[in-house]
């Protein structure tokens, strides 16, 4: 089945803490993504990647890094996550970025 | 820099009624795709319909169809004959090759009253 893998799905966590939350896509996709959703905001771009080893800012990127080492993973790691980066965070994948884009499932990150 | 405005942050329709959701958005670009995405309650985001700025002619996928007028950017979608699984969260999204971004509006929740 074509999907967009997330993990956890639910993970609160304290100031500072590093965490990682896992991206897997099995569609051979060359665009992957990572949004956040907020209410009143809707989804904001944190860091988009063209291709393996190529990753670019979105509009969001300030205390999130993401790698792109392999086709079809691609994590979003928090170093020093802080409360204000609580939100319903989505990774999503699509042949290229003009194409419709598959989207996970959702991770849903507290911190505390 | 490329902006996405959805300003009804709620709508309702009656079952079976047609309703119109509004989304404008500003660029500079001539080539770029337009999208509508929809959120149920299980948070699952789903493709509705996407638009090529290209093609003058409105896309259509069943029930949805858009009303795109390139020259006033604007970009909203008609729900014919509304359903009650048609309640969810509607985004509008913009893309461009030139940058590759990816740009949601705020989105409009749709309720569906039977």
């Known amino acids: 089945e074509a999907q967009v893998t997330q993990n956890p799905r639910y993970l609160i966590t304290v100031t500072g803490k590093k965490l990682t939350v896992t991206c897997s896509q099995n569609m051979n996709h060359e665009y992957m993504s990572w949004y956040r959703q907020d209410p009143g905001l809707g989804l904001r771009q944190i860091y988009y990647s063209m291709n393996v080893e190529v990753t670019d800012k979105g509009d969001v990127p300030e205390g999130y890094k993401v790698s792109r080492k392999e086709k079809r993973n691609f994590p979003l790691i928090l170093e020093s996550p802080s409360p204000n980066q609580t939100s319903l965070y989505f990774c999503?994948?699509?042949?290229?970025?003009?194409?419709?884009?598959?989207f996970g499932p959702g991770t849903r990150l507290t911190v505390l | 820099a490329q902006t996405v405005t959805q300003s009804q942050p709620e709508m309702s329709v009656q079952e079976a009624e047609t309703v119109t959701l509004s989304c404008t958005y500003d660029?500079?670009?001539?080539?770029?795709?337009l999208f509508w995405y929809k959120q149920p309650p299980s948070r699952q985001m789903i493709l509705v319909i996407r638009q090529e700025a290209y093609k003058q002619q409105n896309a259509t996928e069943n029930r949805f169809s858009v009303n795109f007028q390139k020259a006033a950017k604007s970009f909203s979608l008609k729900i014919s004959d509304s359903q009650l699984g048609d309640a969810a969260m509607y985004f509008c999204a913009y893309s461009t090759s030139g940058t590759y971004k990816y740009i949601f509006g705020t989105g409009t929740r749709l309720k569906v009253l039977a």
């Open positions: 999503a994948s699509s042949l290229w970025p003009d194409n419709e884009q598959f």
């Open positions: 660029t500079s670009e001539s080539d770029y795709y």
